[in-house]
């Protein structure tokens, strides 16, 4: 982890994540900085392709040897590493189409819940008016154990961001994903974190057919779902949060950080029963926790889907390789091994070093 934070430093993050118990780079930073570890790649004789898509790849037999993209070209490699981050559906579908073994898996779906920032610092802080403006921007991680149809489900936040704003993050037409970004400052007046509960493979039952790919479905049904309820545009759907817990349509909704604008609807039509009924006990929970964090002063905003990939691409423990289809190298969240920008990373060197170990310095290829 502390290699991973120096070469961070290296490329531009504040060296204060060296020592911070809670490394934050900001999300207005990581462009210039992945500008920058783009620089070191192409200095060390990489090269990038933008607007280039891969379609297909390159077998010989159980093999991969290259890829070929969207225009045609074929690219051909000792070996392939897939790091394409958890919302790459266009790669799982080729993966299945292709018959390269795939698993489904849990992942976790529910909501964005805002506060202002403001009520946060009162709560955590206990003071009565704005907090010391020596103190950072608070925040609160939470985490309860519902019981929904005789079944236990984690209701749980995820990726809080203080002093934060939260943002658009659909991968396609006619869907609402929501996510949350914290500059690197948390000077926004809005706090805002997921609230999520745990989706297990068995609540995939509606889309057994698609085989490995049924997580996939049932997440882009609710997002598409989500997009019809709120308007058929970025706008997104929204209710203010002691209304959600009490079943109750809001009649107004607060102001937001969400720049395409909110919605208010009824919920519990774009969320499935088990999410509705299972966030309604952890809000509750929560507000025994954290005195003043379930009030109407508060929204939720949906639909928080992508917090880790739907389908996990299966590899060898030692190797690091495919189970199945060999110089196939599955990395990061995208393949199921990763959670975060620190583990992505780690997952990304392990993965390089593994290709290279097998297949050019024992090979001499």
């Known amino acids: 982890m502390r290699r991973i934070l120096e070469i961070l430093v290296a490329h531009g993050a504040h060296e204060e994540i060296l020592f911070d118990a809670h490394p934050h780079i900001g999300t207005n930073k990581l462009p210039n900085l992945v500008a920058e570890l783009r620089n070191t790649i192409l200095n060390a004789g990489g090269e990038i392709y933008f607007n280039t898509a891969v379609t297909d790849l390159l077998l010989d037999n159980d093999e991969v040897c290259g890829v070929i993209t969207q225009q045609g070209d074929q690219l051909k490699a000792v070996a392939v590493i897939l790091a394409t981050g958890h919302s790459a559906r266009d790669i799982f579908h080729l993966l299945h189409r292709k018959k390269i073994h795939i698993e489904a898996k849990p992942f976790a779906l529910g909501v964005r819940v805002e506060h202002s920032q403001n009520l946060i610092d009162q709560i955590q802080y206990h003071c009565l008016t ?45 869907e609402i994903v929501v996510n949350g970004m914290s500059p690197s400052r948390r000077d926004s007046k809005y706090a805002n974190s997921g609230i999520v509960v745990a989706v297990a493979e068995t609540d995939f039952k509606k889309f057994q057919d698609k085989g490995t790919l049924a997580g996939m479905f049932f997440q882009a049904e609710i997002e598409q779902k989500a997009c019809v309820i709120a308007g058929s545009t970025q706008t997104a759907p929204a209710q203010r949060l002691m209304d959600f817990v009490n079943g109750k349509v809001s009649d107004s909704l607060l102001e937001t950080s969400y720049q395409p604008g909110l919605n208010s609807v009824d919920m519990r039509a774009v969320l499935p029963q088990f999410v509705s009924e299972a966030l309604k006990q952890g809000f509750k929970n929560f507000g025994s926790k954290m005195k003043g964090y379930l009030t109407n002063d508060a929204q939720i905003v949906g639909v928080e889907s992508r917090t880790s990939s739907p389908v996990r691409i299966p590899r060898d423990k030692e190797t690091l390789e495919h189970v199945q289809t060999k110089r196939l190298f599955p990395c990061g969240e995208g393949a199921g091994y990763a959670g975060g920008i620190v583990s992505a990373a780690m997952d990304g060197e392990r993965c390089a070093e593994a290709a290279v170990h097998k297949y050019i310095k024992q090979n001499k290829v």
């Open 130 to 174: 704005n907090r010391d403006p020596y103190l950072p921007a608070s925040s609160y991680a939470l985490v309860h154990q519902a019981k929904v149809n005789e079944q236990e489900r984690g209701v749980f936040s995820f990726c809080m961001c203080p002093g934060g704003f939260i943002v658009p993050a659909a991968t396609a037409p006619g």
